[in-house]
């Protein structure tokens, strides 16, 4: 049997992993066919009568502040909020595993130079990085704030990349391919990246919940995506002020936050559980 088919037969004895596919499975197709049945997440149809109404048939999860439908918004807030992290995240673990997969090969120097390079940018607190380049650039785009969130977030997908590649570039299966005269990059390509296949896709799906998390974190504080412009974070935001009046308007986006941050974790750990060739059939 196959080395995937054993991981996926280990993922589908996983409870709490299969339960948080599941759960992604569905965020996911809420925020891709959610907004076709929703109403205009922006609309203010009467901002007096219709302010902060609780939850009814008009309105199955109530208004907020500004009389705009909870349900609509916290839907169309899933399609920013989980396209910026899987976006941020799939750039950032391939400049991660790139990175770490030239400086495992290339040779003392450059491997000396990238890897101190990759010290330094930890060594900066990243939350204050953000906070500082989206004080300065206030109205930044969608895909701007992923970009950004994924060049500050590689760095230990690099070093993992680069550790494991260290490991086995002396295997002999490597060894056998150079004495063939196989290039470089052919033996990246071919032989070393299908082994650092399951590190590269454990790292993308633990990085997706902390990744939605911070970008949760820096709307909430007004950074970031701004409104009206839905997100999980600034939804959260408009409803503070109204927890005890209308806990609604803020519970609804936080409950989606959380569910999706937790069913991203699980299947993580679900899959690093199933990929690790240490554990039993």
């Known amino acids: 049997m196959s080395p995937w088919r054993l991981a996926a037969r280990r993922f589908a004895r996983n409870r709490g992993a299969v339960l948080g596919a599941a759960v992604v499975a569905a965020m996911v197709a809420v925020a891709l066919l959610g907004p076709s ?21 008009a309105h199955w999860l109530g208004t907020d502040p500004y009389s705009r439908d909870v349900l609509s918004r916290t839907v169309h807030a899933s399609r920013v909020s989980l396209g910026i992290g899987v976006g941020a995240a799939l750039l950032a673990v391939t400049l ?8 495992g090969l290339a040779g003392r120097r450059t491997d000396q130079l990238l890897m101190r390079g990759v010290d330094v940018a930890l ?17 930044a ?6 970009l950004l969130i994924a060049l500050t977030g590689w760095f230990q997908t690099s070093r993992i990349v680069r550790a494991l590649v260290l490991s086995l570039r002396e295997a002999d299966f490597v060894a056998a391919a150079r004495a063939l005269g196989v290039p470089e990059p052919r033996i990246a390509r071919r032989h070393l990246l299908p082994h650092l296949a399951g590190p590269i896709i454990v790292s993308a799906s633990l990085d997706v919940g902390n990744i939605i998390l911070l970008e949760a974190g820096l709307s909430y504080l007004g950074l970031g995506i701004k409104p009206p412009t839905p ?10 002020d109204v927890l005890f009046s209308a806990p609604w308007v803020a519970l609804a986006p936080g ?8 069913a991203f974790n699980l299947a993580g750990d679900g899959l690093r559980d199933a990929l690790d060739p240490r554990t039993v059939a």
């Open 96 to 103: 991660g595993a790139g990175v770490g997969l030239a400086a």
């Open 231 to 240: 997100t999980w974070g600034n939804m959260i935001m408009d409803g503070k």
């Open 123 to 139: 060594a900066l607190p990243r939350i204050f990085v953000l906070l500082a380049v989206f004080a300065v650039w206030e109205q």
């Open 37 to 57: 049945f929703t109403a205009d997440p922006l609309a203010q149809p009467d901002p007096v009568k219709l302010q902060d109404r609780a939850p009814s048939p």
């Open 255 to 262: 409950l989606a936050l959380v569910l999706t941050v937790v």
């Open 141 to 146: 785009p969608a895909i701007a704030v992923a």
